[in-house]
């Protein structure tokens, strides 16, 4: 067993046999021994509430993990020696006498301890006391926590104040998984190492952003949860406003977490208050209906396994954010996102003014702006839209608007993207939390939907209705045409 130069972790892993945990943790766990980054004496304990012991939990991780993982990737001896790392405790996270074991488990005294809580919010503050109580950690152990962080802003502010009676803010990741992203970190590089862009990004040059994040899948077995939280609490509070804050940030003095997370607050308090005379040219909400998704038949929200006919959870949201400060005054963000769309998206596009004064043919006139489209997924890359004469003897000085081009997957010879989660489980255990959400931007966040919020339900209005396997609700579509817009797909 190779020895990597890091630091020795001991991850806690609460909830082990869930789906996050399966599907996501383990993968990126095998992913980074298989990279050489997790220490030889790492070592994971997993916990959970069913009664099986380390044998059974490895045969269980044996199998998924040849589920999750690309088969080219699955390598047998690196496979068991994962498998060997791994040991079962069944835990009632309630009962604090059970969590004297732990002690017993920890590995060299010196090494990280990371404690990951892969369980229901509301069990973060007994599950912290407990650990506490049994003296499993101290003023160095980091844990790191799942989104969503409450339902609104004063069940979040509950949630923190537990963690916060165990822990310091500096010991607390909450993960967004979105930040994670390669794509979504290369909008710092982007942003902050171009000045060719730097110069250009404000109210000055460009018109307007749109973020558009889709997924072509439904509810997919999870309506108890999701038909509770709704695209706006599932996706907008974090993995959206986090993408918007990226765009919209001044530039950090240094790349330090606080620098970062600093200049992201400030976007989220210069946010406009949408107030419920804005809600009909601000905001649409849509419920998808029966139609189809990858040209079959798929049922209607209401029609889910599962669900409560009467529901009026949205799976679609729009909105028009409007930034106010110096540098996005008058700029607005179209944001949306939705389940059942036609397909899996997520694009930035930001639309650079006309020139000052045009004097090529009138008829191309809706040509002469620039655009830089930054696909975060699938095809990951950028696109910057410009123009040139068109070819030919007989074309005059007749425009064209072509790609320059940069796509990663050809441009650099990567031979896989990796997970957002072996990135953020790697920086937790290197203890840098600037791909984490801080505290107060939580809190901004969910001030700023939580209004939203507040205002659908004085209406009472329903969700409008859209059909599986289309861009939302028609009223999607006319927000941005009222303002003589158009979704970049659609245009
Ligand atoms: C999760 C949401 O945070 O993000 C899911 O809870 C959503 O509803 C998922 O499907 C999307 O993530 P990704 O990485 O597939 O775009």
């Given at each position: 067993m190779a020895k990597s130069n890091y630091t020795q972790s001991d991850l806690m892993l609460f909830g082990a046999l869930g789906d996050l945990a399966q599907r996501k943790l383990f993968p990126a766990l095998y992913q980074l021994d298989r990279s050489g980054l997790l220490d030889q004496g790492s070592r994971i304990l997993a916990i959970a509430r069913d009664s099986i012991d380390t044998g059974e939990l490895r045969r269980l991780l044996d199998k998924k993990l040849r589920e999750y993982i690309k088969p080219e990737e699955c390598d047998e001896v690196l496979l068991r020696r994962f498998l060997q790392r791994v040991d079962y405790l069944y835990l009632d996270f309630t009962d604090a006498d059970g969590y004297q074991s732990l002690n017993s488990w920890r590995?060299?005294?010196?090494s990280n301890l990371i404690v990951y809580l892969?369980?229901?919010?509301?069990?973060y503050g007994v599950i912290a006391r407990n650990l506490r109580a049994a003296n499993?950690?101290?003023?160095k152990t980091r844990v790191v926590v799942e989104k969503p962080i409450g339902h609104d802003l004063a069940s979040s502010q509950v949630i923190n104040d537990e963690l916060g009676e165990v822990y310091r803010e500096n010991q607390l990741f909450r993960i967004d998984h979105y930040l994670g992203k390669e794509t979504v970190q290369n909008l710092i590089a982007l942003r902050f190492a171009n000045n060719l862009f730097a110069s250009q990004w404000d109210q000055n040059h460009i018109s307007h952003v749109e973020i558009t994040v889709a997924e072509s899948v439904g509810i997919e077995g999870r309506w108890g949860y999701f038909d509770k939280a709704g695209q706006i609490r599932d996706m907008i509070q974090n993995h959206l406003l986090q993408l918007l804050c990226l765009i919209a940030m001044?530039?950090?003095?240094?790349?330090?977490a606080d620098s970062i997370r600093d200049e992201k607050v400030k976007v989220l308090k210069a946010l406009r208050e949408i107030t419920p005379d804005l809600m009909e040219s601000h905001v649409v909400r849509g419920q998808y209906t029966a139609g189809t998704s990858n040209g079959k038949p798929v049922p209607g929200y209401l029609e889910e396994e599962g669900a409560n006919k009467g529901s009026a959870t949205e799976t679609f949201v729009a909105l028009k954010a409007e930034i106010e400060n110096w540098r996005w005054s008058g700029v607005p963000f179209y944001i949306r996102t939705g389940k059942r769309l036609p397909e899996k998206l997520s694009q930035i596009i930001i639309h650079f003014k006309p020139a000052p004064h045009y004097i090529f043919d009138p008829d191309q006139k809706h040509l002469a702006n620039n655009k830089l489209i930054i696909r975060?997924?699938?095809?990951?890359g950028m696109s910057l839209k410009i123009l040139t004469k068109d070819q030919?003897?007989?074309?005059?000085?007749r425009l064209r608007q072509g790609p320059l081009e940069l796509t990663f997957s050809e441009t650099f010879d990567t031979d896989r993207i990796p997970d957002a989660y072996e990135r953020l489980l790697w920086e937790v255990m290197k203890g840098n939390q600037y791909l984490f959400v801080r505290r107060d931007e939580v809190e901004h966040a969910w001030r700023w939907v939580d209004q939203v919020i507040a205002n659908w339900n004085d209406s009472g209005e329903s969700p409008k209705r859209y059909a599986a396997g289309t861009w939302g609700p028609v009223a999607a579509i006319a927000m941005i045409t009222r303002d003589g817009r158009s979704w970049y797909e659609d245009a």
């Open positions: 590995g060299a005294p010196d892969a369980a229901p919010p509301s069990m499993c950690c101290s003023s001044d530039p950090p003095s240094d790349l330090s975060l997924q699938p095809d990951e030919g003897l007989d074309k005059g000085m």
